[in-house]
T-cell receptor, first 114, second 111 residues
Framework: DTGVSQDPRHKITKRGQNVTFRCDPI?????LYWYRQTLGQGPEFLTY????????KSRLLSDRFSAERPKGSFSTLEIQRTEQGDSAMYLC????????????FGPGTRLTVT | AQSVTQLDSHVSVSEGTPVLLRCNYS??????LFWYVQHPNKGLQLLLK??????LVKGINGFEAEFKKSETSFHLTKPSAHMSDAAEYFC?????????FGTGTSLTVIP
């Protein structure tokens, strides 16, 4: 059973550098979500794709953040000019276009900005 | 919009004793509600879900939750804690475009 995968699992970067994360959803899931989770908090919604269309973005997603899902399969999340406040776990989830609202989560990418 | 409040940030129980993790919801209509569990270095996993069918919902690993509209609650319970239950638990109000997560309850199981 292939679940949601994320790459890399850990990323350490210096302030001001750009980083890109990748998410591969479960095959045939047309809905894809990104969340950010800081220590001691629940995940916070960042953005949502249905196929290749980005249908919703949180106000948390500043101009330095951009997400794409070019062919409706994998997705990338890029952070430009990273800041220490960007240090967090970035979670990806996918869901089928049918049925209920259950989302399937990947293991996350932990970003540390030094 | 829906929201959920988890009343305890940390819960500690002895192995073999009951577990109670509390969640209240705020919604102007009868919501769907989920509980997810997050083990260290692992992805969030669905424990159980309420979708306006039976008010007592059974999930995986012996967990269950009861939806009580009169109390706007959806508390998670388990009769007997196991060491492997130690994890972070999230009450979630789902919507098609996103999930609304509670702040989480960290469960410690003491041997």
């Amino acid at each position: 059973d292939t679940g949601v995968s994320q790459d890399p699992r850990h990323k350490i970067t210096k302030r001001g550098q750009n980083v890109t994360f990748r998410c591969d959803p479960i095959s045939e899931h047309n809905r894809l979500y990104w969340y950010r989770q800081t220590l001691g908090q629940g995940p916070e919604f960042l953005t949502y794709f249905q196929n290749e269309a980005q249908l919703e973005k949180s106000r948390l997603l500043s101009d330095r953040f951009s997400a794409e899902r070019p062919k409706g399969s994998f997705s990338t999340l890029e952070i430009q000019r990273t800041e220490q406040g960007d240090s967090a776990m970035y979670l990806c989830a996918s869901a089928p276009g049918w049925g209920g609202w259950e989302q399937y989560f990947g293991p996350g990418t932990r970003l540390t900005v030094t | 919009a829906q929201s959920v409040t988890q009343l305890d940030s940390h819960v500690s129980v002895s192995e073999g004793t009951p577990v109670l993790l509390r969640c209240n919801y705020s919604s102007s209509y009868s919501p769907s509600l989920f509980w997810y569990v997050q083990h260290p270095n692992k992805g969030l996993q669905l424990l159980l879900k309420y979708t306006s069918a039976a008010t007592l919902v059974k999930g995986i690993n012996g967990f269950e939750a009861e939806f009580k509209k009169s109390e706007t609650s959806f508390h998670l319970t388990k009769p007997s804690a196991h060491m492997s239950d130690a994890a972070e638990y999230f009450c979630v109000a789902p919507a098609r475009n996103q999930f609304y997560f509670g702040t989480g309850t960290s469960l410690t199981v003491i041997p």
